[in-house]
């Protein structure tokens, strides 16, 4: 396995990779490693000749600086388990490398963004689409691979890859839960014992939202409130927003009518945590 610091290095590799006529796959992390990530990165590596895994805890996607400062940091033992998992390359670029002194582009998706956590989090996804679209002029992959948890980020990714005629093609993969259902997220060790308990609201409103679908609900605003109801009834939880809304625009719906997607987001203590399901009448 090769740890690549410096992006002119990392985009010779690439090219170098192409010209050989082998198939990259990246899987873009922020660190913190965990099973969710690893399912991403085994999904890379069975579809791609090339496995590159990018550590990059991306400032300009952060709306806070506090969520910024504390946020888990582990490179060495992100290698670690880069290198079990089979990565052939890390890109692990520093901060001056991704973004030095004069930097003045950044990649904005309007619409998609306007809502949900493009609504709490002011520059969370022109962040996230310019670290993107740098990760994939950089690592040049074949395949990108995304995980549900974030639903928003991929359906952003998406987007711009399209629209900016990135020749990629955007794989998202299911959201890895804990046996009591709490999605796995790098933010979850912020969690005190008593919080982490409570967070588990979010996957139950969901799944309940989803049998209530199965069973015949077809009223959005009403599953919206059951899950806005649920969460609010949970005392170490602060309730950010619920929405049942069209998987593709993620515009608010009224009535289930075809595929729909439940989206969340709470607060527990110190952790900002979102969730979401997909739901099928
Ligand atoms: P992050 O390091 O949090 O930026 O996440 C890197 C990638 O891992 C993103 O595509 C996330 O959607 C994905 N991811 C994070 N948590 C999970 C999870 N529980 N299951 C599947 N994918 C995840």
């Not at 899987?27 to 590159?52: F, I, K």
């Not at 987007?159 to 993969?173: Q, S």
Request: glycine fraction near 8%.
């Amino acid at each position: 396995m090769r740890i690549v610091q410096r992006p002119a290095e990392m985009q010779w590799l690439a090219a170098e990779y192409r010209s050989q006529g082998h198939s990259i796959g990246l899987v873009p992390t922020m660190g913190a490693l965990h099973a969710g990530h690893l399912s991403l990165l085994r999904a890379c590596r069975a579809g791609n000749d090339v496995s590159v895994m990018s550590l990059f805890v991306n400032p300009t996607q952060f709306d806070r600086p506090e969520d910024l400062a504390k946020y888990p940091r582990d490179l060495e033992g992100d290698s670690r388990l880069g290198r079990d998992a089979g990565v052939d390359v890390i890109f692990a670029p520093t901060m001056e490398e991704v973004y030095p002194a004069g930097y003045a582009t950044y990649v904005a998706v309007e619409g998609l963004t306007a809502r949900w956590e493009g609504a709490s989090r002011a520059g969370h996804f022109r962040g996230v689409a310019t670290v993107c679209t740098k990760l994939f002029t950089i690592c040049r992959p074949h395949r990108a691979f995304f995980g549900q948890k974030d639903y928003q980020q991929t359906l952003v990714v998406k987007r711009l890859a399209a629209d900016l005629n990135l020749d990629l093609e955007i794989i998202v993969l299911p959201t890895v839960r804990e046996p009591d259902g709490l999605a796995l997220s790098s933010r979850n060790v912020l969690l005190g014992p008593e919080e982490r308990r409570q967070a588990t609201v979010l996957s139950r409103a969901l799944r309940q939202a989803q049998a209530a679908v199965t069973a015949g609900e077809r009223d959005a605003v009403r599953l919206r409130l059951a899950i806005e109801e649920a969460i609010r009834a949970t005392p170490l939880a602060v309730l950010d927003y619920v929405g049942v809304c069209d998987p593709e625009t993620l515009e608010p719906l009224e009535r289930i009518a075809g595929r729909a997607v439940a989206v969340v987001a709470a607060t527990f203590g110190r952790a900002r945590l979102i969730d979401n399901v997909l739901l099928e009448p």
